[in-house]
C-alpha cells in the first residue's frame, strides 16, 4: 500500500497488532484495502528484506516510532512517515525550543563564519539545532551545536545504518550521544537522490523556526523553505551579496516577506527568547591604532567590502593594508570571502 492509504487505514484501525493475521477483523470486509493488501496482512506475509532490517536495526542500535508516537507537528503534515526509525535519545524530538538550519553544500567564507556566530549565542541557551548531516551549512551547524552544549537533530535521506556522506560519520556518532538520528528510510535503504527533497520536509516540520543561511534559488534548501511556509513554520533568512549565487535563495525569501537575520538577537526574538548578554570585544587591546581604524571602517560600512574598496577608503598603501588585513583575519575580528571580499565576524 502507499503512504496516502496507509495513513488512511491507521486513521481508521490505528494499532495493526489488532488486525493482522486476525482474519475476523472488520478491516477484510472494510473495503479499505486491496484484495492482495488483504491477503498480505491477514496471512502475515513479512517482506522478504525483514531478516535483513531487524538484523541492522539489532546490531546499530536502531530504534523506531510510529506515526502514532512521535511528535503531533509531524504528524500533521503532508504526507507524514509511517515509521520514524531512530539512533540516539528520541526525547530530542520535543525540545522546547528547535531550530532548522539548512543551507548550500559549498558555503562561501560568509555563510560559514556567520552560520557559527550567529547559532552559537543561541546553541548556548539550549536551543536544539536541526538539520540534514549533509556537507557544508548543516555540518557547521549541527558542530555549532554540539560544540557550544546544545544537542542536535540529524535527519538522514537513507538507512541510519549508513551514514551519508561518509565524512560525517564521527560527527553522526557525536549526534547520537547529544542528539538524535532520525529517518523514515528502513534500514538498508540507499541515499537515492529522490529521497533528499522528500527528507526535507520532516526537518521543517520538527522545528519552530526555519533559518535559510546560504542557498542558490534552486537547491535543496529552498525546498526546505517551500516545505515551511506550506506546514505554517515561522521562515527567517541570512541577507547576502547580490552578486553571489549563495545569496540568491536567501534574498528572495527576504524580499518575499521572510525575517531578515543580521545578528543572533533576531532569532532569539524570532524564538522567544531572551538576549544573551554579549561578551564586549575589547578590541582597543589587541589592535594597533591603524588596524583599530580599519576594523571601525568596515563595522561602520555596513556591509562586505573588496580590497580596492577599502584602499580607496582607508587610504593605506597596498603593502600596508595587505598587511593589516591579514592581521586582522588572523586575529579571528575579519574574514575573506571568495573574490577578496572582506567583512567583520
Same mark, same amino acid.
Given at each position: 500500500?502507499?503512504?496516502?492509504?496507509?495513513?488512511?487505514?491507521?486513521?481508521?484501525?490505528?494499532?495493526?497488532?489488532?488486525? %493482522?493475521?486476525?482474519?475476523?477483523?472488520?478491516?477484510? +470486509?472494510?473495503?479499505?484495502?486491496?484484495?492482495?493488501?488483504?491477503?498480505?496482512?491477514?496471512?502475515?506475509?513479512?517482506?522478504?528484506?525483514?531478516?535483513?532490517? &531487524?538484523?541492522?536495526?539489532?546490531?546499530?542500535?536502531?530504534?523506531?516510532?510510529?506515526?502514532?508516537?512521535?511528535?503531533?507537528?509531524?504528524?500533521?503534515? $503532508?504526507?507524514?512517515?509511517?515509521?520514524?526509525?531512530?539512533?540516539?535519545?528520541?526525547?530530542? /524530538?520535543?525540545?522546547?525550543?528547535?531550530? =532548522?538550519? +539548512?543551507?548550500?553544500?559549498?558555503?562561501?567564507?560568509?555563510?560559514?563564519?556567520?552560520?557559527?556566530?550567529?547559532?552559537?549565542?543561541?546553541?548556548?541557551?539550549?536551543?536544539?539545532?536541526?538539520?540534514?548531516?549533509?556537507?557544508?551549512?548543516?555540518?557547521?551547524?549541527?558542530?555549532? #551545536?554540539?560544540?557550544?552544549?546544545?544537542?542536535?537533530?540529524?535527519?538522514?535521506?537513507?538507512?541510519?545504518?549508513?551514514?551519508?556522506?561518509?565524512?560525517?560519520?564521527?560527527?553522526?556518532?557525536?549526534?547520537?550521544?547529544?542528539?538524535? &538520528?532520525?529517518? @523514515?528510510?528502513?534500514?538498508?535503504?540507499?541515499?537515492?537522490?529522490?529521497?533528499?527533497?522528500?527528507?526535507?520536509?520532516?526537518?521543517? #516540520? /520538527?522545528?519552530?523556526?526555519?533559518?535559510?543561511?546560504? =542557498?542558490?534559488?534552486?537547491?535543496?534548501?529552498? &525546498?526546505?523553505?517551500?516545505?515551511?511556509?506550506?506546514?505554517?513554520?515561522?521562515?527567517? =533568512?541570512?541577507?547576502?551579496?547580490?552578486?553571489?549565487?549563495?545569496?540568491?535563495?536567501?534574498?528572495?525569501?527576504?524580499?518575499?516577506?521572510? #525575517?531578515?537575520?543580521?545578528?543572533? @538577537?533576531?532569532?532569539?526574538?524570532?524564538?522567544?527568547?531572551?538576549?544573551?548578554?554579549?561578551?564586549?570585544?575589547?578590541?582597543?587591546?589587541?589592535?594597533?591604532?591603524?588596524?583599530?581604524?580599519?576594523?571601525?571602517?568596515? +563595522?561602520?560600512?555596513?556591509?562586505?567590502?573588496?580590497?580596492?574598496?577599502?584602499?580607496?577608503?582607508?587610504?593605506?598603501?597596498?603593502?600596508?593594508?595587505?598587511?593589516?588585513?591579514?592581521?586582522?583575519?588572523?586575529?579571528?575580528?575579519? =574574514?575573506?570571502?571568495?573574490?577578496?571580499? $572582506?567583512?567583520? %565576524?
Amino acid at each position: 500500500m502507499g503512504n496516502k492509504q496507509s495513513i488512511k487505514l491507521l486513521e481508521t484501525y490505528p494499532d495493526p497488532n489488532d488486525f %493482522v493475521g486476525n482474519n475476523e477483523h472488520a478491516i477484510y +470486509v472494510s473495503g479499505l484495502i486491496s484484495e492482495k493488501a488483504a491477503f498480505h496482512l491477514s496471512q502475515r506475509i513479512l517482506p522478504p528484506n525483514t531478516p535483513q532490517i &531487524l538484523k541492522l536495526m539489532e546490531q546499530y542500535k536502531i530504534e523506531w516510532l510510529n506515526i502514532n508516537e512521535y511528535p503531533a507537528q509531524l504528524r500533521n503534515i $503532508f504526507a507524514p512517515p509511517i515509521i520514524l526509525y531512530y539512533r540516539g535519545d528520541v526525547a530530542h /524530538l520535543k525540545a522546547e525550543r528547535t531550530l =532548522a538550519v +539548512v543551507g548550500t553544500r559549498k558555503p562561501g567564507a560568509y555563510g560559514k563564519e556567520m552560520c557559527k556566530k550567529l547559532l552559537a549565542p543561541l546553541c548556548r541557551q539550549k536551543v536544539n539545532i536541526i538539520s540534514g548531516l549533509a556537507l557544508g551549512i548543516d555540518t557547521i551547524a549541527h558542530k555549532t #551545536a554540539l560544540k557550544e552544549g546544545s544537542t542536535s537533530i540529524a535527519v538522514l535521506a537513507c538507512g541510519l545504518e549508513n551514514i551519508y556522506p561518509s565524512q560525517n560519520t564521527e560527527l553522526a556518532k557525536s549526534i547520537t550521544e547529544h542528539g538524535v &538520528l532520525i529517518s @523514515e528510510y528502513e534500514p538498508g535503504t540507499k541515499p537515492d537522490k529522490w529521497n533528499f527533497p522528500a527528507r526535507n520536509r520532516i526537518i521543517s #516540520a /520538527l522545528a519552530d523556526l526555519v533559518f535559510i543561511v546560504e =542557498a542558490p534559488i534552486n537547491s535543496g534548501a529552498m &525546498l526546505t523553505a517551500k516545505n515551511a511556509l506550506q506546514q505554517n513554520r515561522d521562515l527567517c =533568512a541570512l541577507p547576502g551579496n547580490i552578486n553571489s549565487i549563495n545569496s540568491e535563495g536567501p534574498n528572495y525569501l527576504i524580499k518575499n516577506g521572510a #525575517a531578515l537575520v543580521s545578528n543572533s @538577537e533576531d532569532l532569539q526574538f524570532l524564538l522567544g527568547l531572551s538576549p544573551e548578554h554579549a561578551k564586549q570585544m575589547e578590541v582597543s587591546i589587541i589592535l594597533n591604532a591603524d588596524e583599530q581604524k580599519l576594523y571601525d571602517l568596515l +563595522v561602520n560600512s555596513h556591509q562586505s567590502l573588496s580590497f580596492d574598496e577599502i584602499l580607496l577608503q582607508s587610504g593605506f598603501s597596498i603593502g600596508r593594508l595587505s598587511t593589516m588585513l591579514t592581521n586582522l583575519e588572523l586575529k579571528g575580528i575579519i =574574514a575573506k570571502e571568495e573574490g577578496g571580499i $572582506f567583512f567583520v %565576524v
